[in-house]
């Protein structure tokens, strides 16, 4: 399995519920690696370019509203088949259709504010990695 990068978010959710260190302790006991990792808030301009594929969805303005409520950790993830593998340790986006022992079951408040993102694809997670890491921040 190709090593791979991903690109990861820790919600407002769960900043504020001081869930930072449990979170990644999930993904490096599944045997990912946090390659970067800073806290901010980001912008609604930022929320909603990121955003941009939902901009039709109704709950759009909700969570963008949600996404700049409180800080946020931006991560890159990396390790063999990071991409689905980062997926499989968040779980659905729904948490009541999220499996046992995933973030998002464990931790994840309702389908809005669930705790993390993860890139869906190596496409996206290429451009959402560049869209807030320049590359010298990232330390494999
Ligand atoms: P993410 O892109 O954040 O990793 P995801 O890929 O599991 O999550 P998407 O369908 O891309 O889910 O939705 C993006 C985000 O929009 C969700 O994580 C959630 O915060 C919010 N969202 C999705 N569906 C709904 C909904 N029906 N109602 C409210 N918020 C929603
Ligand atoms: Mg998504």
Same mark, same amino acid.
């Given at each position: ?11 407002p959710?769960?900043?504020r ?23 901010? &808030?980001i912008?609604? $301009?930022q929320?909603e370019?990121?955003?941009? /594929? !939902? ?10 509203s ?6 946020v950790v931006?991560q ?8 689905a ?5 968040m779980?659905?986006?729904d948490p009541?259709?999220a499996?046992?022992?995933?973030? &998002?079951a464990?931790f $994840?408040e309702?389908?809005?504010a669930?705790? /993390? !993102?993860?890139?869906?694809?190596a ?5 959402e ?12």
């Amino acid at each position: 399995m190709p090593t791979e990068r991903t690109f990861s978010i820790i919600k407002p959710d769960a900043t504020r519920r001081n869930l930072t260190g449990r979170i990644n302790a999930k993904f490096e006991e599944a045997g990912l690696r946090i390659v970067a990792q800073k806290r901010a &808030r980001i912008s609604q $301009a930022q929320a909603e370019a990121f955003y941009g /594929v !939902h901009r039709e969805r109704p709950f759009f303005g909700g969570l963008v509203s949600f996404m700049t409520s409180g800080p946020v950790v931006l991560q890159v993830l990396e390790g063999e088949d990071a991409i689905a593998a980062n997926r499989r340790i968040m779980g659905a986006t729904d948490p009541k259709k999220a499996d046992a022992g995933t973030i &998002r079951a464990e931790f $994840a408040e309702d389908i809005e504010a669930n705790s /993390v !993102h993860g890139s869906d694809s190596a496409e996206n997670a290429a451009t959402e990695i560049a869209f807030f890491f320049r590359p010298e921040e990232i330390v494999g």
